[in-house]
């Protein structure tokens, strides 16, 4: 429990009945003890409602996944996918892989669903940007923003101190099994198991509390096996999607994958970014070689009905094909009981690995690398460099409500940049460019 939080003595949630002693009353219990509203309905479909219902979820839909949102180009259609699309999608494949394997459907899509909360506007560009300004207070991460979020930022649940007497957050209070799951990267800034350099991290420093509370009795560095669920539903859904969306774009041509000078490229894109540094570029044309073989892969599409229907299909045969991958040799290792928390490891074949990653390479290579967008990331970050000096200067003005308040009793510079940081990460695209135009015109 949080230190100063006197819990309510009440009866924990139940868990799901079909999978007996999967969930024990560990997994189930909240930070803040609180009591379940309804018979029948278990901990982690409330877990699910909170995070469907937050504002947080609802804000994905100003955020960029590839395309920036309400950029309505005229190569692309109206309604590009964005974080919030992403997330849905990413929550249909782990809800049925997860329940495949026997995990509880609720509780893995409620760590797909929560997995990119945190992230900021402009996606991976606007990380970078805020990892920059916030260099000296911890960093930014997407990630680890997405667990602060859950757990401080996000307005659903308060408990008084008992030191301050002071209303306190807990956020959406979610249980510690959903924590758990949400969480890819559970260390924090350079303490990655066998990567100290790494860039990825799973928690601040300032929510390490919480932090610790959720990985009880986990084993150091290692995610649970519904957090590896989501992350292989993530890699799945964003993979085969933003090809799909190449594709759809006119980016992607369908016949120049088969040209040896295109395929250099992608082996380039895809080397040390989706696969290791030294692998062979025969195992990425071999995986690629794969795919093109199916009768359902895309050789062509133009924009018809029938070509856009072709294409769905070829969508859901690649989902398809990625998840048994996974639930065949995963249940091949562990036999055909329920899998759960830290009683199973996910095994995805290489083979399977490296289609998903020759898919993330195509799409890299020829959508996110191009000319036009590379210009549009740097005027996005230089609004958001901009827009952290003009709060940091005039702030509390500029910051919402909420953050104005957290900004009053922060104790000290660093404890008020984290409060900016987590305003700018709160802001879709939209609105980022809006404030920053109010505050430096």
């Known amino acids: 429990m949080a230190a100063g939080i006197t819990p309510s003595h009440l009866p924990q949630e139940p868990a799901r009945a079909q999978a007996p002693g999967a969930y024990d009353e560990a997994a189930t219990e909240r930070w803040a003890t609180e009591p379940y509203k309804r018979p029948g309905r278990t901990a982690f479909q409330r877990d699910r409602a909170r995070i469907l219902h937050s504002s947080a979820l609802r804000r994905l839909a100003g955020k960029t996944q590839v395309v920036t949102p309400g950029s309505h180009s005229r190569e692309w259609d109206a309604s590009p996918r964005t974080r919030l699309t992403h997330s849905l999608e990413c929550a249909q494949v782990g809800r049925e892989l997860g329940a495949a394997l026997g995990c509880d459907p609720d509780l893995v899509e409620a760590a797909c669903l929560s997995h990119d909360m945190g992230h900021p506007p402009f996606g991976h560009n606007g990380e970078q940007a805020l990892n920059a300004f916030a260099k000296d207070c911890g960093g930014f991460e997407g990630n680890a923003q997405s667990l602060r979020l859950l757990t401080r930022i996000e307005p659903k649940r308060f408990v008084r101190s008992e030191e301050t007497g002071e209303y306190v957050s807990v956020g959406l209070n979610l249980t510690r099994a959903a924590l758990d799951a949400a969480t890819k990267y559970p260390w924090s800034r350079g303490a990655h198991p066998t990567r100290p350099d790494s860039v990825k991290f799973g928690v601040y420093e300032d929510d390490l509390p919480v932090f610790s509370w959720a990985r009880l009795d986990a084993p150091a560095g290692r995610t649970c096996f519904e957090a590896q669920v989501m992350d292989w539903s993530d890699d799945v859904a964003y993979s085969v999607h933003d090809f799909e969306d190449g594709l759809h774009a006119g980016h992607v041509a369908p016949g120049a994958l088969s040209s040896e000078t295109e395929r250099r490229g992608i082996w380039a894109v895809a080397t040390g970014r989706y696969v290791p540094e030294d692998t062979d570029p025969q195992e990425l044309a071999a995986a690629l070689d794969r795919l093109m073989e199916q009768e359902w892969w895309p050789h062509g599409y133009d924009g018809s009905a029938v070509a856009q229907a072709r294409l769905k299909d ?54 996110m690398q191009r000319a036009e967008q590379e210009v549009l990331r740097a005027d996005q970050r230089i609004v958001l460099a901009e827009l952290a000096e003009a709060l940091t200067a005039r702030a509390p003005l500029g910051l919402d409500p909420q953050f104005r308040a957290l900004f009053d009793v922060a104790s000290d ?9 987590d305003q700018i990460a709160s802001l879709t695209d939209a609105a980022a460019r809006a404030l920053h135009s109010a505050l430096t015109r």
């Open 314 to 367: 070829a969508t859901s045969q690649l989902i398809g094909r990625f998840c048994l991958a996974a639930e065949t040799a995963t249940r091949e290792a562990y036999g055909t009981g329920p899998l759960t928390r830290y009683a199973a490891e996910l095994v995805v074949p290489r083979a399977a690995r490296y289609e998903c990653a020759v898919l993330k390479a195509v799409a890299d290579l020829y959508v």
């Open 413 to 421: 510079d660093r404890a008020r940049k984290r409060v900016i940081v």
